[in-house]
């Protein structure tokens, strides 16, 4: 059973603040990452994708890769009310093209 | 990314009956997906519908209960069969992206059944 795992939370942080998600999965033949929000009563939507080990930039978003850990992470800087929302780590499954989700990460970003 | 439409966006419906979910997308895409995602969880994936072919069905879902039909690159529909409240749930269809593995999803449809 491939697995993703994802801490619960939810994770409280005050406005301007860094917000650190976490994300851990089990199939070392996995190749693609990648970290979707879901506001409440709506649908995920792609924030970030990652397929190498290392850092991805884009705006206040940060990805890491640590494919030997199995681990990768989401960074928000300077967090925002407006990003208050869950967050769903997902992963492919080997070479298949489904993707796994882990349970979500809610956060809060307190004014 | 592709953009996708969902049709219906919600329905109550009665235990026994069937509901059909229409998923649309903007540009033609070989895999299109369809999940379920029940309050306060994350999403499972029933099944993986490629054009031209029989959906593939995750362990836990059957054709049965939930067919699919794929009549090509833009189009999908998802049939929840003799519901039960069981099913009440949201159905997310997504579609395959530019990048490796990348998934799009449509807008839900939020299923009750009574």
């Known amino acids: 059973q491939k697995e993703v795992e994802q801490n619960s939370g939810p994770l409280s942080v005050p406005e301007g603040a860094i917000a650190s998600l976490n994300c851990t999965y089990s199939d070392r033949g996995s190749q693609s990452f990648f970290w979707y929000r879901q506001y409440s009563g709506k649908s995920p939507e792609l924030i970030m994708s990652?397929?190498?080990?290392g850092d991805k930039e884009d705006g206040r978003f940060t990805a890491q890769l640590n494919k030997a850990s199995q681990y990768v992470s989401l960074l928000i800087r300077d967090s925002q009310p407006s990003d208050s929302a869950t967050y769903l780590c997902a992963v492919n499954s080997g070479s298949a093209r489904q993707l796994t989700f882990g349970s979500g990460t809610q956060l809060t970003v307190l004014p | 990314s592709a953009v996708i439409s969902q049709k219906p966006s919600r329905d109550i419906c009665q235990r026994g009956t069937s509901l059909t979910i229409q998923c649309q997308v903007d540009s033609q895409v070989t895999m299109m997906f369809w999940y379920r995602q029940q309050p306060g969880q994350s999403l499972t994936l029933i099944a993986t519908?490629?054009?031209?072919?029989?959906?593939?069905?995750e362990s836990g879902f059957v054709i049965d209960k939930f067919p699919i039909s794929r009549p090509n690159l833009t189009f999908s529909t998802l049939t929840v069969s003799n519901m039960s409240p069981e099913d009440s749930s949201i159905y997310l269809c997504s579609a395959e992206g530019q990048g490796l593995n990348e998934q799009y999803f449509g807008p839900g449809t939020r299923l009750t059944v009574t």
């Open positions: 519908a490629n054009q031209g072919s029989e959906a593939t069905y």
């Open positions: 990652i397929y190498s080990n």
